[in-house]
């Protein structure tokens, strides 16, 4: 019984990192999508055009697959808490890198 469990939980770990991997690979094609130049009348990038609903699906995405795979290694609700926040970082970190990158397009 107890073998039958951690391969349930290996098996459910396995299924969280591809979820997690395609979650972020999906943010990465909409981070790269908004580096494509969208110029105001005065040649500049409207500050709102990085946060497009594209971004925000997969910013979710990335956060559901955090939060799904914190809770089948059975973290605390600090923990979970505490990975989520990191991981809404981590793609925010990226929408900010990518809107620098272009605005010196």
């Known amino acids: 019984m107890t073998s039958h469990k951690l391969q349930y939980l290996a098996d459910a770990a396995d299924k969280r990192s591809q979820q997690q991997l395609a979650a972020a690979s999906r943010f990465d094609s909409e981070i790269s999508y908004i580096m494509k130049p969208v110029n ?57 890198d990518a809107a620098s990158r272009s605005s010196t397009f």
Do not use: Y
């Open 40 to 96: 105001d009348a005065n040649g500049q990038r409207p500050s709102h055009s990085f946060i497009t609903m594209d971004v925000v699906e997969a910013t979710n995405a990335c956060l559901l697959a955090t939060a799904e795979e914190c809770i089948a290694m059975l973290h605390s609700d600090r923990v979970v808490e505490r990975q989520i926040l990191e991981e809404f970082g981590r793609c925010l970190e990226q929408v900010i």
